[in-house]
């Protein structure tokens, strides 16, 4: 089990978000989405965003500017995610299942709430959408 954070959040914390992109990028007909790779471009820098194809645990990663993404590959806006583009990157937290894996990620925008989360499941990325109840 590898630590999926090995930067300090506090280095894109408040930064606003420009755009944010997916590899792989797929949309069922109920608006559910999942992606391999997920990069938030941020003023300065992106947080990239993949899944450890092996252990499914989350790896997070921050550069200081997009040339570290990969654009080999082909990536795509991820719609379901653009109202936050303009926002800045709030808290994070990691969230371990029961096993002890760190398979899940998840993040706020202009605030403490956590709004987006990013679960590894089967190689990929499923992006969900939070809602307090």
Same mark, same amino acid.
């Given at each position: 089990?590898?630590?999926?954070?090995?930067f300090?959040?506090? +280095? !894109?914390?408040?930064?606003r978000?420009?755009? =944010?992109e997916?590899?792989?990028?797929?949309?069922?007909? $109920?608006a &559910? %989405?999942?992606?391999?790779?997920?990069?938030?471009?941020?003023?300065?820098?992106?947080?990239?965003? +993949? !899944?450890?194809?092996?252990?499914?645990?989350? =790896?997070?990663?921050?550069?200081?500017?997009?040339?570290? $993404?990969? &654009? %080999?590959?082909?990536?795509?806006?991820?719609?379901?995610?653009?109202?936050?583009v303009?926002?800045?990157?709030?808290?994070?937290?990691?969230?371990?299942?029961?096993?002890?894996y760190?398979?899940?990620?998840?993040l706020?925008?202009?605030?403490?709430?956590?709004?987006?989360?990013?679960?590894?499941?089967?190689?990929?990325?499923?992006?969900?959408?939070?809602?307090?109840?």
């Open positions: 089990m590898s630590e999926p954070l090995n300090d959040w506090e +280095s !894109v914390h408040g930064q978000v420009t755009a =944010i997916g590899t792989n990028l797929q949309v069922d007909h $109920v &559910r %989405s999942k992606c391999d790779e997920l990069a938030l471009h941020l003023e300065q820098g992106v947080v990239h965003v +993949s !899944v450890n194809i092996d252990t499914d645990e989350v =790896i997070v990663r921050a550069y200081p500017d997009a040339s570290a $993404v990969d &654009r %080999s590959l082909e990536w795509k806006n991820v719609d379901t995610l653009k109202e936050y303009g926002y800045e990157l709030g808290w994070c937290w990691i969230a371990r299942n029961y096993l002890g760190a398979d899940t990620f998840m706020s925008f202009a605030g403490i709430e956590p709004e987006v989360t990013l679960v590894g499941m089967a190689s990929s990325l499923y992006i969900y959408r939070l809602t307090r109840i």
